[in-house]
T-cell receptor, first 115, second 113 residues
């Protein structure tokens, strides 16, 4: 149980375009999902907390107009990177709070490359 | 907010030896401490966790200890195997933070056969 999927696994896009990443909880409902960014050989940096039916809470320094988050259902959250630039290239990982309450389960990640 | 420090950043051990990774946290209200294993290019996998009402938890070759007074917790891996090689992250959270995890910087463990 507690499986989180993420799509796509890899995406290459041109500078200035937008990319949408989906995060789904497959066998449980997740009122709260989290979006992280991870640069090579670094830790996971929380970008935002996504709450079903309400606005996301962004961490300091994360541009909410650039990283649009929508959590329209209890099993789906999306992250849209708008007007992507090469410096946005990174590994984006979502997580969902599990049925037990405390634990978090991670999606497989999306490697974004902006050319 | 919470701050989690993790040491060492890299750790190399011989197969069969034990490995210990240590983390400290700053927020005394933190009450949930998970450990994740991340292989290259893959998702972090929860390997063990501990809550603040216990001091130690064990699962086969993996154990975690928690010292609330000193605000530190440690991961112990015994009888290491090459497949234990990965990056390990500790994390801490309080229930008040919407389960937002604060991660340590990670430890790259290399188990030499």
């Amino acid at each position: 149980g507690a499986v989180v999927s993420q799509h796509p696994s890899r995406v290459i896009c041109k500078s200035g375009t937008s990319v949408k990443i989906e995060c789904r909880s497959l066998d449980f409902q997740a009122t709260t999902m989290f979006w992280y960014r991870q640069f090579p050989k670094q830790s996971l940096m929380l970008m935002a907390t996504s709450n079903e039916g309400s606005k996301a809470t962004y961490e300091q320094g994360v541009e909410k107009d650039k990283f649009l988050i929508n959590h329209a259902s209890l099993t789906l959250s999306t992250l849209t990177v708008t007007s992507a630039h090469p410096e946005d290239s990174s590994f984006y990982i979502c997580s969902a709070r599990g049925p037990g309450g405390d634990e978090q389960y991670f999606g497989p990640g999306t490697r974004l490359t902006v050319t | 907010g919470e701050n989690v420090e993790q040491h060492p950043s890299t750790l190399s051990v011989q197969e069969g030896d034990s490995a210990v990774i240590k983390c400290t946290y700053s927020d005394s209200a933190s009450n949930y401490f998970p450990w994740y294993k991340q292989e290259l290019g893959k998702r972090p996998q929860l390997i063990i966790d501990i809550r603040s009402n216990v001091g130690e938890k064990k699962d086969q070759r993996i154990a975690v200890t928690l010292n609330k007074t000193a605000k530190h917790f440690s991961l112990h891996i015994t009888e290491t195997q090459p497949e234990d090689s990965a990056v390990y992250f500790c994390a801490a959270t309080t229930n008040n933070a919407g389960n937002m995890l604060t991660f340590g910087g990670g430890t790259r463990l290399m188990v030499k056969p």
